[in-house]
């Protein structure tokens, strides 16, 4: 039986994978945002010696590296090996095995757990989660030829080899910026934080609205504390714009909106835009943003994912947790479909990319990834679809 969270290599418009659509079948084994920050570093503690229990007995070994002994980083890295066994528990006939290691949330401890694992038969490392640990197990792997599909959200740890399975601002910015853009929106301005996630948003929104056609009107920066100073500085520019680009989740959209009505701007007039970290209540429940527009997964694969994830282990699994679940069964379906050339960069760089839980994606030559977004409109009662995410790569995401 096949279900929609079975991973799978879509169709190329040529059909010339056609034999590889079908990468395999998962049957039944029976919220918070999915951008939560990985672009860190877990506080360093020494790697626990102990050895851990591989995870499945195929003959095709995987690294699984995750931060699974420190504080909150070691609760999220056990919920990421929870995801990864259950990946290969619902992948039918799955030919893996799963190695585990410990980085203990730091570089050291993630090049010393890569190095483990390959002299142990790893062909492909998947992980770490923090950046710094990405780096250095990356570094370490391609010493050995072995391709890397980490789980960070940081895109300076990608390289070519070293593939980001995250959720990257870059797709979040296109999505909203080109959604806005096809409804008629031509003039855009933004403001940031003053950090290193607003660097990147500010060079995915120039490059975004460039290529849509639109131009950038205004951009500011703010710290946090003293949005009030920099809502005064940009907002005359803002007056000028079409739409309106708030990236910054939690409690801090609302704020601005309302210290952008203080300062005249209509916010009633422009489209306001955020970011996959709207995906919040906070976000989703505050009037003041009421008919904004995010960028975000579609939802049905997630909570198929979660119900099964607490039907299983008792509880409710982070975001992020589908990560290493689609790793898994991304390895265990090129296992079972591609002979020896199963990670080689061609077939992981397929252009026609993979289904997952979270829906399309697809790994870049240069270590990011591609992600089919739906747009969503807060509304009373929460968020609603308003432009659905893509079935194929090749397929339009027109409104």
């Not at 980085?103 to 993630?110: L, P, Y």
Request: proline share 5%; with cysteine.
């Amino acid at each position: 039986m096949i279900l929609n969270t079975t991973l799978r290599m879509l169709r190329p418009a040529a059909a010339v994978l056609a034999s590889l659509a079908l990468a395999g079948c998962i049957t039944p084994g029976s919220g918070g945002s999915s951008y939560d920050n990985t672009v860190g570093s877990a506080p360093t503690t020494a790697v626990t010696s102990e050895p851990l229990a591989p995870i499945g007995g195929g003959q095709v070994k995987a690294a699984l590296i995750l931060p699974l002994s420190s504080g909150n980083a070691g609760n999220l890295g056990q919920s990421m090996r929870n995801a990864s066994e259950m990946a290969l528990a619902e992948f039918s006939n799955p030919n893996v095995q799963l190695i585990v290691k410990d980085d203990g949330g730091s570089a050291q401890g993630a090049a010393n757990a890569t190095q483990q694992a390959i002299s142990e038969g790893a062909e492909i490392v998947l992980g770490p989660v923090f950046a710094q640990s990405v780096v250095a197990a990356g570094q370490t792997a391609r010493r050995s030829n072995i391709p890397v599909i980490a789980f960070s959200t940081d895109s300076s740890a990608a390289t070519r080899g070293v593939y980001l399975l995250g959720f990257l601002p870059q797709s979040d910015i296109e999505r909203v910026v080109s959604f806005a853009t096809q409804n008629g929106k031509r003039s855009f301005a933004a403001l940031l934080p003053d950090n290193a996630y607003g660097s990147v948003v500010e060079g995915a929104f120039q490059e975004s609205v460039a290529r849509n056609g639109g131009r950038v009107v205004g951009l500011e920066h703010y710290s946090s504390g003293n949005e009030k100073e920099a809502v005064r500085r940009f907002a005359q520019a803002a007056k000028s714009a079409d739409a309106i680009l708030l990236p910054e989740g939690g409690d801090t959209a609302a704020r601005l909106v309302r210290e952008l009505a203080a300062a005249g701007v209509d916010t009633k007039r422009v489209a306001l835009l955020g970011s996959g970290q709207w995906d919040d209540p906070r976000v989703t429940g505050a009037p003041e943003l009421a008919g904004a527009y995010y960028p975000g997964p579609d939802s049905a694969g997630w909570r198929s994912f979660s119900q099964r994830y607490q039907n299983r282990y008792g509880s409710q699994p982070p975001r992020t947790a589908t990560l290493a679940y689609d790793a898994v069964l991304l390895v265990a379906a090129l296992t079972q479909t591609q002979g020896q050339n199963r990670f080689s960069e061609g077939v992981l760089t397929n252009a026609s990319g993979f289904q997952g839980v979270d829906g399309i994606f697809r790994l870049k030559s240069n270590g990011t990834n591609e992600r089919g977004l739906a747009v969503m409109q807060i509304q009373s009662g929460g968020a609603k679809v308003v432009s659905p995410a893509p079935r194929s790569f090749a397929a339009s995401a027109s409104l």
